[in-house]
Every structure is written in C-alpha cells, then in structure tokens.
C-alpha cells in the first residue's frame, strides 16, 4: 500500500524559510514525477512545484527564484525549499505522487507570520 507523508511545516515570520520533506513508501520499484500542491483556506488547491522523472522541476510563477524542488537520494521522496516566505505562502502544503490517479499525503501546515 503507498503512503505519502510531508513533513517540515511551521510557524515563520516574513522573509524566513522552511524545507518541507515528502517521503512515500509501498511497493514501489520505480521513480514516479511528483508535486508540491497547497491550499490556503477558502481556495482552491494549487500546483506550486512539480519535479518529473528525470529530475527536471517546473515552478508556478509566483514561486520561481523562491522555491525550489529536489529529489532526495532514496527513490520517490522530495524537498521543497522555501525562502523569502510571504504571508500569502500560508497555507496545507500537500505532496502529489503522480502514480495512477496519484496518491496524496495528509499535508503539512505552513503559516507565515507578517
């Protein structure tokens, strides 16, 4: 059975940073693309990193230069680095494994304080 699961949310003040981790287990043999999505409350979730099988990462606009997505050296886990965090950074920050339909972690809070 996959399991996705972030971790690294927080509490940090304006123009700080965070390193968000997703790290999936089951029985999978292959390397599979995966995002980074959030939603803040009374939006709609958002694609804000999404990184493919070969390693290579595609950012949302607002995120470009501030972001950045990486895949760690076990197969299938990833890093979100985030920097220069704004309030409107707060949000559930979810990780997408793109298998199948995908499967989805339970999320990580980050609230950025101004």
């Known amino acids: 059975q996959v399991q996705v699961v972030e971790s690294g949310g927080g509490l940090v003040q304006t123009g700080g940073s965070l390193v968000l981790s997703c790290v999936v287990s089951?029985?999978?043999?292959?390397?599979?693309?995966m995002g980074w999505y959030r939603q803040a409350p009374g939006k709609q979730r958002e694609l804000v990193a999404r990184?493919?099988?070969?390693?290579?990462?595609e950012y949302s606009d607002s995120e470009k230069g501030r972001f950045t997505m990486s895949r760690g050296s076990v197969n299938n886990t990833a890093y979100l680095q985030m920097h220069s965090l704004k309030p409107e950074d707060t949000a559930v920050y979810y990780c997408?494994?793109?298998?199948?339909?995908?499967?989805w972690g339970q999320g990580t809070q980050v609230t950025v304080s101004s």
């Open positions: 997408n494994l793109e298998l199948g339909n995908g499967y």
């Open positions: 089951g029985n999978i043999f292959l390397v599979y693309g």
């Open positions: 990184i493919g099988r070969d390693g290579s990462a």
